[in-house]
């Protein structure tokens, strides 16, 4: 299954992407939330798309496409996550997970407009892979557990300012955490949709240029790993989100470094999740 949300900012209502349309399942379904994924409502939606998928209302292309889940209990990142990337950045390859977070309500949709922020002149971007939980995990035994607990994968634009994360002190969540700075979907799609989850080509533009052209298999820390890793520390809740790390590209390793302006556009995509598009302003 693929699930969207749809609707103006502060009214989503929830759906799912079915042979190529859009559906509003909001007849049925209050949300994609934390209640949604811990009360088993994934399979509660395939037995209610089996019954009901024909006589679902197809939404407008005109109608906002939504972040693809409700806002999270907690966005948790995980940094230095591909190789190349690493390099890039002149760090070493981390030996346990790299963790930081981004503030939760900078959840946005996938083709909204994203202001760069007051004082701003590093703004970037990052295309990355996110992961959504369905039931809550603490002190999980294995990886197997972790995958067990994987509601489905989105794309999430980890968009960054890199003075306030690098340049002010403190932890990084400050150049994380600016309204707009996590458009996530167009859907989540589930385990099932997808294929090799441990090869997928990454993709991210600006102004039409290829900037970013990786792959997941570049991967230090799977997915798996990385949920097991966080429940030996903390508690995850169903709907939280994980973003999994960036590849090689990003605007403060090129060289010279080319971060984002006014009427620039970004476009990125993850094979199997399909793609978005945001303009600067």
């Known amino acids: 299954m693929k699930l969207i949300r749809f609707g103006e900012k502060g009214n989503e209502k929830p759906g799912v992407f079915y042979q190529g349309k859009r559906l509003d399942c909001s007849k049925e379904f209050k949300d994609w939330d934390s209640a949604f994924f811990q009360n088993n409502g994934l399979e509660k939606l395939k037995k209610y798309l089996e019954a009901n998928a024909s006589g679902l209302p197809v939404i407008a292309d005109s109608i906002r496409h ?87 994968y989105c794309i999430i634009n980890d968009l960054s300012e890199r003075t306030f994360q690098l340049e002010k002190g403190g932890q990084w969540i400050k150049g994380k955490s600016c309204p707009g700075f996590s458009p996530v979907g167009p859907y989540l799609a589930t385990p099932d949709e997808l294929g090799d989850l441990e090869n997928l080509k990454m993709t991210l533009s600006v102004n039409g240029e290829l900037r970013q052209n990786g792959n997941t298999s570049f991967m230090i820390f799977r997915p798996a790993f990385i949920i097991y890793y966080l429940s030996q520390f903390m508690l995850l ?44 302003i």
């Open 66 to 152: 939504a972040s693809c889940i409700s806002r999270p209990g907690m966005i948790m990142c995980i940094g230095l996550n591909y190789s190349e990337h690493a390099a890039e950045s002149n760090m070493a390859i981390p030996e346990e997970p790299i963790i930081f977070g981004k503030a939760t309500n900078t959840l946005s949709g996938p083709y909204d407009d994203v202001a760069i922020p007051k004082n701003s002149t590093k703004t970037d971007y990052e295309v990355e892979l996110g992961v959504v939980l369905k039931r809550n995990v603490l002190y999980l035994k294995n990886e197997a557990e972790a995958a067990e607990a994987i509601a489905g």
């Open 237 to 280: 809740e169903a709907g939280d989100l994980i973003s999994t790390g960036t590849p090689a590209g990003v605007g403060i390793g090129l060289d010279p470094p080319s971060y984002l302006a006014k009427g620039d556009l970004v476009e990125l995509g993850i094979e199997g999740l399909g793609t978005q598009k945001q303009k600067m």
